[in-house]
């Protein structure tokens, strides 16, 4: 049943375990880059491999989203959401006994899975009960949880893989996990299904998944000729998937959405291009603040917080601001400054002062924090109830293909600059330049993220 005008307890139960959930993937995920040169030297691995470790996790939560949207839909967001957290939590066990690269790369699979049922999810139940004129608060703190994982997840992560090794972080986060699934068990009254009685196309959901997979696999292993099968295989897939689905009565996604729906196609098209430009900026910053300036992970884990701390203090003001003025305006002058902080980080080198690093992570966390819950209430606010879970999926996708191509991009630069080895001291200018190029390419395309927005805007 879909609770609209659900009662004040149930929506602020919800509220919370959408706040917590919303902490956990990005603790997670920026507590292991804190972790990753020990990581990389207990297991020995390449810098290419290096970045599978966060690359795998966000396939799978690319692979999962859409499909897990639609089937919350139409069978249950709650059931959905409690089963992404039982798989979030095995799989961080097994992330924490990992004694190989493999074992630890099927672990971090599995916990994208887990993410990708779990998250969006959660989003379209607070989108659903939440009236449209407090829905951008709603957003606000909810989505505020994910910038105080980032704030707390480098420090933390520092700290644990400092005094007990980085396995505690897998162990914290299956607690985490556990935590949540019990409260959700105890608090979540009823279901959220407005789709109930319609079809799932097992089918296409199966062309979506090998076919993005295909894609974004394709295209984290350019420059190679396998890359290049890979990343036009997936566009053909994606192609056929999307030709299947206009001529579907109950389709996975409905991209006459995007053809239809201005507000849809630019906010999608904005948040795509935000986290492609924005995501390997804080991977890039942690690796040059303990390879180039010798930090401990701690140390590195407490420069990095300066960027998440205004991330969670501007979400929540900016979702309040987005149910009183137009949200893609908050959207666009939240991507103006990432673009600054792109700029900056473009004249990085062994010599600068860690001034310009922390002036970029305040522009940077200041922008994100100005852009997502707009963003998201915008998008969500345009679409009608029944179809909540599968375009929360699509928002999630987006952001979570702009991260992997983001990944992607540097694995590119990488293999160019510094090829098939562990980054050395030998090897550290070369490091330096794949950073440059990464942050001129990144500046370009946050610039393209401001031109969506706009055009979001102009015609709405």
């Known amino acids: 049943m879909a609770h609209s005008s659900a009662p004040d307890g149930s929506k602020q139960s919800v509220l919370i375990i959408a706040t917590v959930s919303a902490f956990i993937v990005p603790f997670l995920v920026s507590s292991i880059n804190v972790a990753l040169p020990k990581m990389t030297s207990e297991l020995h691995m390449e810098a290419v491999v290096m970045t599978w470790v966060n690359t795998i996790y966000l396939l799978a ?26 798989i979030s939590a095995v799989a961080a066990l097994g992330g ?44 606000g703190i909810s989505m505020s949880g994910t910038y105080v994982g980032l704030t707390f997840g480098p420090l933390i992560g520092g700290y644990l893989t400092e005094q007990f090794g980085w396995p505690s972080i897998f162990f914290l986060s299956a607690g985490l996990n556990l935590s949540v699934l019990m409260f959700a068990f105890l608090t ?86 935000n986290y492609l430009a924005t995501y390997a900026l804080t991977f890039l910053l942690s690796l040059y603040l303990q390879f180039i300036k010798g930090f401990s992970p701690q140390m590195a884990g407490l420069v990095m917080i300066t960027s998440s701390v205004p ?79 599968a375009v929360s999926g699509t928002v999630g996708t987006m952001r979570t293909g702009g991260m992997m191509l983001s990944m992607g991009i540097m694995m590119i630069i990488f293999t160019v600059f510094i090829g098939q080895a562990e980054i050395t001291r030998p090897l550290y200018p070369q490091f330096l330049t794949s950073a440059r190029v990464g942050f001129i390419i990144f500046t370009v395309l946050g610039f393209g993220g401001v031109l969506a927005q706009y055009a979001a805007r102009k015609k709405a």
Do not use: H
């Not at 690319?62 to 957290?85: C, E, N, S, W």
């Not at 004694?99 to 607070?126: D, E, K, W, Y």
């Not at 980080?345 to 860690?354: P, V």
């Open 96 to 139: 924490a006994l990992a004694n190989s690269v493999p074992v630890l790369l099927i672990s971090r699979t599995l916990q994208g899975v887990g993410a990708g049922m779990t998250f969006n999810t959660i989003i379209a139940v607070v989108t659903s009960i939440y009236p449209s004129e407090s829905r951008g608060r709603a957003l």
């Open 61 to 86: 939560v690319a692979m999962a989203q859409v499909p897990m949207g639609r089937l919350a839909d139409i069978y249950g967001r709650k059931k959905i959401f409690i089963t992404g957290l039982a």
């Open 311 to 389: 991330m969670a203090v501007f979400t929540p003001i900016a979702g309040r601001l987005s149910d009183r003025i137009e949200p893609r305006l908050v959207s666009a002058a939240g991507q103006l400054l990432n673009v600054m902080a792109l700029v900056l980080l473009i004249f990085l080198n062994s010599a600068s002062g860690l001034w310009l690093v922390i002036l970029a992570l305040v522009l940077y966390g200041t922008g994100i924090g100005l852009f997502s819950s707009p963003n998201t209430n915008a998008i969500m606010g345009s679409v009608e109830k029944k179809v909540l879970g």
């Open 188 to 273: 979540f009254k009823g279901e959220w299904r407005e789709a109930r009685g319609e079809k799932f196309e097992a089918l296409d959901s199966i062309i979506y998944t090998v076919a993005i997979a295909m894609f974004m696999y394709g295209f984290s292993s350019l420059p190679a000729v396998s890359g290049i099968v890979f990343l036009l295989a997936g566009v053909v897939g994606l192609i056929y998937f999307i030709r299947r689905e206009l001529n579907k009565a109950s389709p996975i996604l409905d991209f006459r959405l995007f053809r239809n729906n201005r507000v849809f196609l630019f906010c999608n098209i904005a948040t795509l291009s």
